[in-house]
C-alpha cells in the first residue's frame, strides 16, 4: 500500500520539474516571457499548498482509498487539458489542476505511514517517502527532455494523463483503510480545536518555516531554472543539464533515509540541521558563482545540494514531536503547506528578476512573442542570489529552535 502511494508522491514530482525541460517550447507556443513562464510553473505550488489543510481533512473523514484515487485523476484531468490546450489561460487552469490533485499525495504517504507502521519508524518511512519521490524527479529530467525532444511536449502530458490514470486504478483497488484508526471520523469541533493548538506554537512556525527556506534551491532553482542556467554556464546541450540536474535529486533521495538515520544514531535533530543548512550554502554559492572546471566536480557539487537540503525532511519529525500525536496530520498538512509556499516564492521572482536585467537579446519566438528571451551568465548568477539569502535565514532562524532529542515533548 505505502509502495502505491508513494508511486504517486513519485509521479507527482515528476509534474513538478516538468515546466522546466519544456521551457522554450512553451514559451514559444504561449508566446509569454520568463515572468510569466515562472508564474505558469508556480500556480501549481499555490494550489498545492492551498490543499493542504483540505487534504488533510478529506483523508481523516473519508479514509485514503477514495480520496487518493481521485485524486490521482484530478491530476490526469489536468495533464489531458493542457495537452489540449493552445490558450495559456487553460494552460494555468490546468496546471492548478495539477496542484490539486497532487497535493494529496505526501500527505497520504505519511498519513498511511502513520496508520500501518510502528511510531518508531516514522522518520525513517518519511525519508524513503521523499527519496521515491525525488526519484520521480530523475525520472522526468532526463528521459522527459528527450521524450520532449522526440515527441513534442503534447504528446510527452498525453502520456503523463494515462499514468495518472493508472495510478487511480491502483490505489483504488490496493490502497486499504485501518479501521482502528483513531482519527478517521474526526469531528469538525474537535480538528478546529487541534488546528487552534498548532497555530499558536511558536516552535512549529518556526520549524516549518526554516524547511521552506531549505527547500527554497530546490524549488527555485532544481526544478525550474536550473536547465537553461547550466545550458549557459556549462555550454552543454538540454538534455545533459537536464541530466546533471538530476544528480540534485540524486543527491535527496541519498540524504533523505541517511540523514534521518544519522539524526536518530545520535540523538538529536539540530547538528543534522546545521550540517544540512551550512552545507546547503556552500553548495548553492559553488554552483551558481563558481565556474568549475572539470564536469566531475560540478556533478558533486550538484549532488550535495540535495543532500544536505534533505536535511529539512527532519522538521517533519521535529514538529511531530513537539505537537501532540492526535494532531500529526494537522500538522503534517500544516508543515507541508509553509514548505511549499516558501519554496515556491523564488520561482516567479527569479523570472521577474531575469526580466529586469535582460537586455532585449533574444531569438526569433513564436506564437505572440517576438523574440524569445536569451540570459547571460550573469544575469542568472543576479537573478538567484535569492537562493543563498534564503539559506542565510535559515541559519537565523534554526539558533531559536528548540531540540527534541528525537523524544515527543508534548503528550
Known sequence: MWITVALFYAYEFYL????????????????IHAALFGLFASVYYYAYQVMQIPAGILMDRYGLRRVLALAAFVVAVGCSLFAFTHWFPMALLARILMGIGSAFAFIGCLKLAGIW??????????????MLGVLGAISGEGPLAAMVEHMGWRQSMWFSAGIGLLLMVLMFFIVRDKKTDPQKKLAGST????????????????????AGLMVAPIIGFAELWSVSFLQVDYHVSHTVSATLTSTIFIGIAVGGPF????????????PVMWMGVVGALLAN??????????????????????????TMLLCFAVNTEINSPKVNGSVIALTNMVVVILGVFPQP?????????W???G?????????????????????????????IIAMVLLKFIKETHCKQVVA
Open 359 to 361: 537586455d532585449g537579446k
Open 191 to 210: 480538528f478546529w480545536q487541534a488546528l487552534l493548538k498548532i497555530i499558536c506554537c511558536e516552535q512549529t512556525w518556526m520549524v516549518a518555516i526554516f
Open 349 to 357: 521572482m527569479t523570472g521577474l528578476l531575469l526580466d529586469w536585467v
Open 363 to 391: 531569438m526569433p519566438g513564436g506564437g505572440s512573442i517576438r523574440i524569445l528571451q536569451v540570459f547571460h551568465l550573469w544575469n542568472y548568477e543576479f537573478a538567484l542570489a535569492l537562493l543563498p539569502i534564503f539559506l
Open 259 to 270: 540523514n534521518g538515520w544519522l539524526s536518530g544514531f545520535i540523538g538529536r535533530r539540530k
Open 16 to 31: 513538478r520539474i516538468s515546466p522546466e525541460v519544456m521551457q522554450s517550447a512553451l514559451m514559444q507556443t504561449f508566446g
Open 117 to 130: 507502521f510502528p511510531k518508531k519508524h516514522f522518520a525513517l518511512v518519511v525519508g524513503l517517502t521523499n
Open 285 to 310: 554559492s559553488i554552483v551558481i558563482y563558481v565556474h568549475l572546471p572539470h564536469q566531475y566536480l560540478l556533478i558533486i557539487a550538484l549532488f550535495f545540494i540535495g543532500f544536505f537540503a534533505s
